[in-house]
């Protein structure tokens, strides 16, 4: 940059007819705040969030799932585009690279788990009607 200013230290200015935003405010432990309250703050966190990973990890698995696609598919879908394929069959193109080999390893299971239930004593020896009513 010119003159040796960075981009941290350049004056914006508000827009005319704007009010001026009001300066971002310290929310940290003060200068004040002794070790133990200190720590105390730092199980309160970790605990909130433990907790909220309880509440919400039906609905986290899928975001994660989604995001370590993405994570992996974008640098291919990406090369793919620079080879000139649009992006959006790029992903469709992946999504069935993806989608036929996972399909294959689920019906596998899924076979060998009928067969495995299917051997088992609880299949093989329902309970009886004294067992099932109290």
Same mark, same amino acid.
């Given at each position: 940059?010119? /003159?040796?200013?960075?981009?941290?230290?350049?004056p914006?200015?508000?827009?005319? /007819? +704007?009010?001026?935003?009001? %300066?971002? &405010?310290? !929310? /940290?432990p003060?200068?004040?705040t002794?070790r133990?309250?200190?720590?105390a703050i730092? !199980?309160a +966190?970790?605990?909130?969030? *433990?907790? &909220?990973?309880?509440?919400? $990890?039906?609905?986290?698995?899928? #975001?994660? $799932?989604? &995001?370590?696609?993405?994570?992996f598919?974008?640098?291919?879908?990406?090369?793919?585009t620079?080879?000139?394929?649009? @992006?959006? %069959?790029a #992903?469709? #193109?992946?999504?069935?690279?993806? $989608?036929?080999?996972?399909?294959?390893?689920? /019906?596998?299971?899924?076979? #060998? *788990? =009928?067969?495995?239930?299917?051997?088992?004593p =609880?299949? +093989?020896?329902?309970?009886?009607?004294?067992? @099932?009513?109290?």
């Open positions: 940059m010119d /003159g040796g200013a960075d981009a941290m230290s350049l914006v200015a508000a827009p005319s /007819g +704007l009010p001026e935003p009001a %300066p971002l &405010a310290y !929310v /940290g003060g200068p004040g002794t133990m309250q200190r720590l730092l !199980v +966190l970790l605990v909130g969030s *433990w907790v &909220a990973l309880q509440l919400f $990890a039906s609905v986290l698995l899928h #975001f994660v $799932a989604s &995001a370590a696609t993405a994570y598919v974008d640098p291919t879908a990406s090369r793919l620079r080879l000139g394929m649009p @992006r959006g %069959p #992903f469709g #193109f992946l999504g069935v690279l993806l $989608a036929v080999p996972m399909a294959a390893v689920i /019906g596998v299971l899924c076979r #060998f *788990w =009928l067969r495995r239930y299917l051997r088992s =609880l299949y +093989l020896e329902p309970p009886s009607r004294q067992e @099932r009513e109290p």
